[in-house]
């Protein structure tokens, strides 16, 4: 049986830090407000010269440089953003021209804040069907260019970032073996006027601003995420107790503690990250996950459970053995 194996990560963040004392000079909001309804402290926002494809460059080369993986032998690149550089061609294109693996599959995945789950997916199930040996999945986003800065109850709420993983195809010997074990995603279009940007291509020409109804989402995100996590342990016959960490979309502390509660999780389980990168969409997952295999709570051998919900409504989970 082949598994696609986490083999390294990287993320990397814009240079500039905008804290809530600085938001609050921009709209009418406060430090208050913004920690105590989302638990965001402060937030990336990239400047000049950063983009998706530069963030998502980075990233992908510290995952490589982790998992000791000359570029040129990946075979295939998936790249989920909302906020690509260009409409055309696909981000995922420049990251490859940037890392010099040109040849290899190539393609940007857009499921919004679910789309690091949806890429990991996409690429699970290519390595798995002989399309690649080695994977970068990539989740990028640059929001902070698509937010309404005059509208406080959208924009202190997202930040910009990316997050990298390099998976592996390996043959495993038995269950316990590293990998992906399941995942379970779903979409449902009928909610897509709660959290949709006003723009595209092919209705106003334009880009468009970020348009949310915060409260709505939040109802709609605790009920998906439990049912869909649920889902993913009953696949897998593990229950909530096996998890050694959970790895949520960091899009507000409060929806991560009502997930936790509702599978009885206790909160040291999960890896929070909202309070420094707020939300930052597809790149949100792959972020958290860096960060914590990096300071060294995530190990060889954790259970880990990804998940995230957003615009779409699209929502995911994903259990891996690391
Ligand atoms: O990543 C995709 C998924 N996205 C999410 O999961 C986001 C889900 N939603 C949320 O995280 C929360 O709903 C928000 C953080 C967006 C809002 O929190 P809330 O507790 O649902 O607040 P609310 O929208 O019900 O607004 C409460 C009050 C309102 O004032 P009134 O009408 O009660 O007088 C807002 O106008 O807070 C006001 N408000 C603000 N006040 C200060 C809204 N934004 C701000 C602000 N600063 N930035």
Redesign the pocket.
């Known amino acids: 049986m082949i598994r696609s194996v986490i083999v390294g990560s990287g993320s990397a963040l814009p240079q500039r830090v905008v804290d809530n004392a600085e938001m609050a000079k921009m ?4 430090d208050e ?2 920690v105590e ?2 638990g965001i402290r402060s937030r990336h926002i990239a400047g000049e010269g950063e983009t998706t494809s530069t963030l998502a460059t980075d990233a992908a080369r510290a995952a490589l440089e982790m998992a000791g993986i000359d570029p040129a032998s990946i075979g295939l690149i998936v790249l989920a953003t909302a906020t690509p550089d260009q409409t055309f061609p696909a981000t995922a294109t420049l990251v490859q021209d940037a890392l010099g693996c040109n040849g290899c599959i190539a393609f940007d995945v857009h499921a ?2 679910s789309g690091f789950l949806y890429a990991l997916g996409c690429a699970d199930s290519m390595l798995r069907s002989g399309m690649a040996k080695r994977a970068l999945v990539i989740g990028a986003e640059t929001f902070s260019r698509i937010l309404d800065w005059d509208d ?3 924009c ?2 997202f930040g910009d970032g990316a997050g990298a993983v390099v998976l592996e195809a390996q043959e495993c010997a038995d269950e316990s073996a590293p990998g992906i074990l399941a995942t379970s995603l779903h979409a449902d279009g009928a909610h897509n006027q709660l ?1 949709f940007v006003d723009g595209g291509p092919s209705t106003t020409g334009t880009v468009g601003k970020l348009r ?1 109804k ?2 709505e ?2 109802r709609h ?1 605790v009920v998906n995420l439990a049912d869909v996590l649920r889902e993913v342990l009953e696949a897998t016959g593990y229950t909530a107790a096996d998890l050694d960490w959970v790895v949520p ?1 960091q ?2 502390a ?2 991560l503690d009502a997930t936790a509660r509702k599978l009885d999780l206790p909160a040291e389980k999960v890896i929070v990250t909202v309070d420094r990168h707020a ?1 930052t ?1 597809a790149a949100s997952v792959p972020l958290a996950f860096d960060t914590a295999w990096r300071d060294g709570r995530i190990k060889p051998g954790d259970l880990v459970m990804f998940e995230a ?3 779409g409504f699209t929502w995911g989970a994903c259990l891996v053995r690391i």
């Open positions: 709209v009418d909001t406060s407000w913004i309804r989302t919004v804040c406080r109850t959208t202190v709420l959290l949310m915060g409260r989402v939040f995100a979309h899009a507000n409060r929806i939300n969409s919900m957003g615009g």
